[in-house]
């Protein structure tokens, strides 16, 4: 067993490779030398140190990320489960007229629900009460981002990159009280109109609603529950695909709306 003194070195040597990648733009080892590739805990932990000091250095949570939610993208990237991450304000591009493909490491980009919170949630929920916490539905992208060499990752890699967060655009919205069954929605993403990702709402932990439920009541185990006015993206629906410089995305989810992407060269 771990040393709670030694645990804690590792848990700052882990946060801190991850730190130096992302502050110097060059991708750095996995840090399963670190942490077992499935000390989901640790991880935890090293995410929650890099994200106290983002915050103490000036930057402010607008909401989380839910991620891992879809089977494809499981597949993709070898994981069995979903997990968590922090939103912060400068990672919203949605009135940037072009993404700085700069800002990013080794980008992929997936369409979504996102979620804008009516209330807080400070008691457990299901997904028959998730409808009750929520404003807005909104067609959204999340364009992920690892600081790990190649995207060669475990679930506690990524759990420690802060769920491979990157930065993330909203489009079309619509009212809580006006949206279809989550389940049933189609998703159709394009790169330059040409189609590269197709997925359904079930596909999301079976509806975005479960997603939701399963962000807020594992929020509330770390004690950092879910607020009125925060972002929720609640995780692919379909394949994520490496973004292309200066290309252009756009995703239609029925029922909900469209949202679109464009990158710098």
């Known amino acids: 067993m771990i040393t709670p003194t030694v645990e804690s070195a590792i848990v700052v040597d882990a946060a801190d490779r991850l730190a130096t990648a992302a502050s110097t733009r060059r991708p750095c080892p996995p840090v399963i ?16 140190h890099n994200v106290t000091a983002a ?5 402010r949570i607008v909401g989380r990320k839910i991620g891992l939610t879809s089977p ?17 304000a400068d990672m919203d591009c949605s009135n940037d007229s072009h993404v700085e493909h700069t800002r990013l490491l080794q980008p992929r980009i997936e369409a979504e629900i996102a979620f804008v919170l009516a209330r807080d949630i400070t008691a457990p929920i299901t997904a028959d009460t998730a409808p009750d916490y929520v404003d807005q539905v909104v067609a959204a992208f999340e364009i992920v981002d690892s600081r790990i060499e190649a995207w060669n990752i475990s679930l506690a ?7 491979s967060s990157g ?3 909203l489009g079309d919205s619509i009212p809580r009280t006006d949206a279809p069954d989550l389940a049933t929605i189609d998703m159709t993403m394009t790169e330059n109109g040409i189609a590269v990702s197709r997925g359904v ?15 807020a009541n594992t929020s509330l185990t770390f004690g950092s529950p879910l607020r009125a ?12 695909v490496p973004v292309l410089r200066g290309a252009t995305y756009t995703a239609t989810i029925t029922g909900v709306g469209d949202v679109r992407a464009s990158f710098t060269a």
């Open 167 to 169: 930065l993330y655009v």
């Open 72 to 88: 494809a993208v499981q597949r993709q990237l070898g994981v069995d489960q979903p997990d968590l991450g922090v939103l912060f």
């Open 33 to 48: 030398d670190l942490i077992e590739p499935d000390d989901v805990d640790t991880a935890y932990r090293v995410q929650t």
């Open 157 to 163: 890699d990524t759990v420690a990159d802060n769920a």
């Open 229 to 240: 006015g925060h972002v929720v993206l609640s995780g692919a629906l379909g394949p994520m």
């Open 201 to 215: 709402g079930s596909d999301c932990l079976g509806s975005p609603w479960h997603a939701l439920a399963w962000l």
């Open 55 to 59: 915050v103490d250095a000036g930057r």
